[in-house]
């Protein structure tokens, strides 16, 4: 069993940066893939970026390629979502996740609000 609680959502102007941070419980954090999703009003919940556990290879949607960077510390049990350049659009309760593979998650977060204004 694994237990995610996130941080750092906020409000924030277009083009400007925020960083989201997950705090896992477990002893075998670095056993997780460990990814972000996020869901915006009246949409469906979709993936925006993975890292697995021990190579710390990321893969990203493309929406958000180049502006977000995951990433994540062992020794810690944390993993971030840095975003740059947010835009409305990046509006959203963000979530952070853990499981086999980056897609299709066992373990959700709580979620914490992000909200781009223009």
């Known amino acids: 069993q694994v237990q995610l609680v996130e941080s750092g959502g906020g409000l924030v102007q277009a083009g400007g940066s925020l960083t989201l941070s997950c705090a896992a419980s477990?002893?075998?954090?670095?056993?997780?893939?460990m990814a972000w999703f996020r869901q915006a009003p009246g949409k469906e919940r979709e993936f925006v970026a993975y890292i697995t556990g021990r190579n710390y290879n990321t893969n990203y949607a493309d929406s958000v390629k180049g502006r977000f960077t995951i990433s994540r510390d062992n020794s810690k049990n944390t993993v971030s979502l840095q975003m740059n350049s947010l835009k409305p659009e990046d509006t959203a309760v963000y979530y952070c996740t853990a499981g086999k593979n980056g897609y299709n998650p066992d373990y959700w977060g709580q979620g914490t609000q992000v909200t781009v204004s223009s």
């Open positions: 477990g002893r075998t954090f670095s056993s997780y893939v």
